[in-house]
């Protein structure tokens, strides 16, 4: 059974060394571009991307490559955290191995 569509609210708050972007609804094939294109200025310029994932509803697998996307783009500058996933979505990562190999942190 698929989840009902939501979209998707990306904020996006920079200070230089850091990128704070906040995912509020569901992050799937219909909605992974606009995490992608928001992000896609900051990338190059920020050391730490920090996803604020703590209302992230949903993620399938378009979703899930958007974050590893993020996460091979800002590799080689600090990083990527991802910070407060809700259980679903740590599920996802721990399916999938991913919780071993990103950075993920709890308030």
């Given at each position: 059974?698929?989840?009902?569509?939501?979209?998707?609210?990306?904020?996006?708050?920079?200070?230089?060394t850091?990128v704070?972007?906040?995912l509020?609804?569901?992050?799937?094939?219909?909605?992974?571009?606009?995490?992608t294109?928001?992000?896609?200025?900051h990338?190059?310029?920020?050391k730490?991307?920090?996803?604020?994932?703590?209302?992230?509803?949903?993620?399938?697998?378009a979703?899930?490559?958007?974050?590893i996307?993020?996460?091979?783009a800002?590799?080689s500058?600090?990083?990527?955290?991802?910070?407060?996933?809700?259980?679903?979505?740590?599920?996802?990562?721990?399916?999938?191995?991913?919780?071993?190999v990103?950075?993920?942190a709890?308030?």
């Amino acid at each position: 059974m698929m989840a009902p569509n939501r979209d998707l609210k990306v904020t996006i708050s920079a200070d230089g060394t850091e990128v704070r972007v906040a995912l509020d609804g569901d992050l799937d094939f219909q909605t992974h571009g606009q995490l992608t294109e928001a992000l896609e200025p900051h990338t190059g310029r920020a050391k730490t991307v920090v996803l604020d994932l703590s209302r992230l509803i949903f993620c399938d697998s378009a979703g899930l490559a958007a974050i590893i996307k993020i996460f091979k783009a800002t590799g080689s500058n600090g990083g990527l955290v991802l910070r407060d996933p809700t259980l679903r979505v740590m599920r996802l990562f721990e399916v999938t191995g991913l919780d071993r190999v990103f950075t993920i942190a709890w308030s």
